[in-house]
């Protein structure tokens, strides 16, 4: 018995000296895996602690709670030196460098009151890399933004990210989604911008059907900012896709010629005459039409302006040497080298009905009240000689005879097209009758940064799991939106021939697109405003630095002009050179002001409030009040009228500025009228302008006229340049004030 | 905006960087004044061949009153005794080293409408007086090819505004009030090689450091010309040169 007692005493023993060690194991266990394996972070802050010891707080999980943003933020724990200045360099391990951007991105968004996820996503209360971070793994539906992607938080806070330092993709991707019209056809909580392509619904008046047919089959990329997409991506390789789409196009043309709703118009025999297209060359080369059209069809070289000859033709170039080209560089290293904001013009002839171009030259509303193209204010004979000039050479197409418009077509055929319209989405871009305006046709995109990759759509058969990541689905899509087509899953998003940099500056766009933002005062208005960024918006719309010099950069046009103040004037100059309410009335209704400019301002047909946002736009640059406000008037004396009547004669400013407005006269040799100047121009800017001209204006013909300050007339106000320079300007601004009878400078310069 | 303004000013920057460094090569052969050893003349004479054309009457539309009513005549191309070419600039073309500069004073007088002379030369750090002789506004507007000298206004009768010029290259003068036709032209240079023909298309270079030179001729309507020339030490060099 005893022994047995003894026995199972020992037993027990040895049952309990093991028990015992997988306890000690346990313990030790419990002990490196609550230290190294499932708390890596102390890692971290051990190396931190030995690399920084002052600056080291000891092992903690360190945490940022912004209760503003709902955000409990764990990612210092392992990020020791995110704010610490002296953790950079390739010795210091990854994880506790520094922030790349701590004196801009950080410094302006301080950690304790935005946390690290608002910007970078992830799961901030996570206390190891896979689970904070989370990439590739499709249950986390917030990883981490990856690379450029970062730039998409921006957003949320930023809805004009246009010129947020850091944020270029973000805005290049903003500005893409615009320019390619993807408004027309997705909703993103804004307003409904308007239509990117031509209107369809005088259509048959417009094109050539046959051009019309071979167009919407395969679309060229034809200008700078916009363009076509290809509805049958796979056609050029497939050829019953080929076959399909041509059966498609037919039935969407027969639809678009049989709800064509007639425009007068003149018909085109009596109009094209060949002896008009030489006046019409020189109508298209002066007044502007340059500016955006070139002449060519194809897609790349025929956009090259052709530059003219320096030193107009005469031996000047001969002599060899040049003059300093850090005062002025030549016009033609300084302009772009393409013309391609509006569509090239060589083509014409096989692509539009010949009476159709009068009528849009003389007035592109009337066939398209929302048309870009701005009414160049041509007269009829101009339009036509332009039009003689485009068709020049080329043999005429049969016009269409209303007996053809009127044409019985297939009903089917004619159904079976509004059908492919409404699958396609055409009426997203174009005016089409019987389709509503404010259709979209494509899904809503409002809140697409947000989604569950699980909902998206990946190629067959997909890629693994962990790299089903909203990003890789949605740059496929946009990159070949077609390639994703599967069994009963047609797709019909079309394909825009996009670059992998403007898919990645898309998407990264599409990301930052979320319901859900940040309370109010987080949000921030844009750099300059919001009035600044849609001024600037107008201004890109509308191609103003075609024609105008803008933010130093010189006009395409300029290539066409031998000296630079033939060219139409620059726009940096204008903000400190005229009067906003001037501006205002000018861009709305604009008429000749520079005699010797044979470039003519075309009329934008802006809405008030348009014409207003740019001329403050062009007043705030130069640091002036927006506002439209005339100049106060400021009383002149009867005696200082008199010697600034007397001096302005005595400089013979007359000569050149025609002091009465609509006198008949009108010379190339004329320089702007003087008497437009109290409503035009600003003062301080005139009294800085003849002080030096050609130093505020290069190239101006306006001649300096107190060179070194000093005056000719030595014997008016003490011969002071600077006094009479005042008294000059005081003079100019009230001479429309001043009665007729004093008007010392109109006697013998009149023209009868 | 800034970012714009930023990235524009950095692309004008290296524009300006790229030309200057095209440029450098012709930039970077300076002029050396020094004494002048076994200097030589080089003279000579150019000569237009063919028939002269008859002058070109100019239409003069403004200001007759002061411009005068007498018939003006388009001065680009003047024919003397022998066919000699008048106004033909003449210079040695890249010159090294030589005789000191001789900067010293010259006018450009606006008088009845034209400019007097309508061709000149002279070295760089010449004072120009330009004049108005006329009682009607003028203004004297001197040009580089790509770039302004100065544009001065002479509202007055009598008036005289003196300038240093400072810059070489050729400057193409003209009046922007109104009188189209007045024309001018002015060849500035960084070394003392250079003459204008006369009336019979005579010049004359002295002082020439023996070596081999291009000589450089230009003319307003005809063009440049040029010659080699090998100068032996006080061996003067009689050449012609013919505008065909």
Redesign the interface.
Known sequence: MGRFVADEHRNYKIIFMILSLGVAASVVWAFLDEGYTRRPWKRWQCEYAQLRPQRASGEAVAQLVVPDLQVVDRCPTCHAGIDDPSMVGDQIPKVLRVHPHRDTLLKSHPPLRFGCTPCHHGQGLALTAETAHGPGDPHWLEPLLPGPYVQASCLACHAGPEHLPGAEILAKGKQLFADLGCSGCHATGGETPARRGPSLRHVAQKLLPGYMVAWVANPARRRAHYQMPQFWPRAASDPAEAQRRDGEVRAIAAYLLEKSEPLAMPTAATLLVAERADAGKGVFDTVGCRGCHALGSGRDAVHIAEPKAAGSGDAWADFGGSDAPAEASPAALAAPATIDFGPPLGDVAQRLQPGFVPTWLLDPAAYWPQARMPTPRLTEDEALDVQSYLFAGSALPAPVTPAELAAPRDPKLVERGRQLIATYGCSGCHEIPGFADDARPGPDLTDYGAKDPRDLLFATPPPPKAQRTWERATEAKIAAPQALSAGTIQLVMPDYGLQPMQVQALAVYLRGLREQRPPANFQRDPQGGWAGLQAESIVRERGCAQCHRLVGQDAAILRYYDQAHLAPPSLDVAGARLQPQWLYGYLLEPGPVRPWLQARMPQFRLTPAHAELLAGWLAASAGKNPGLRPLPVRAVSPQRAALGAQLFERMKCVTCHRLVRGDGVETAQLAPDLGLARQRLDPAWVRIFLEDPGKVLPGTKMPQFFPDGQSPAQDVLGGSAALQMDLLVEYLMHLGLLPVGSDPATPGQEAP | ?????KL??IA?LI??LA??LT?LP?AAVAYTPGAVAGGATVRGVVKFSGPVPAPVKLDIVKDNDVCGTEPKYDESLQVGAGQGLANV?VFI?KIEKGKPLAPGKAELDNHKCRFIPHLQAFSVGTELAVKNSDG??H???IR?????V???????KG?V?K?KVS????M?VGC???H?WMGAWI?VFDHPYFAVTDKDGKFSLADVPPGQYNL?F???????GSQKVIVQPGAAQDLTQVYK
């Open positions: 905006m800034g970012m714009q303004r524009a000013q004008r524009t300006a030309v200057g440029l012709a600039v073309d009607v506004l203004n004297t507007h580089l090819p790509n770039s302004d100065f544009n001065y206004a002479l509202p007055e008036q505004i300038k810059r070489a290259g050729l193409k922007d009030a109104g189209v060849a450089m230009w003319h307003e309507k005809l063009g440049k």
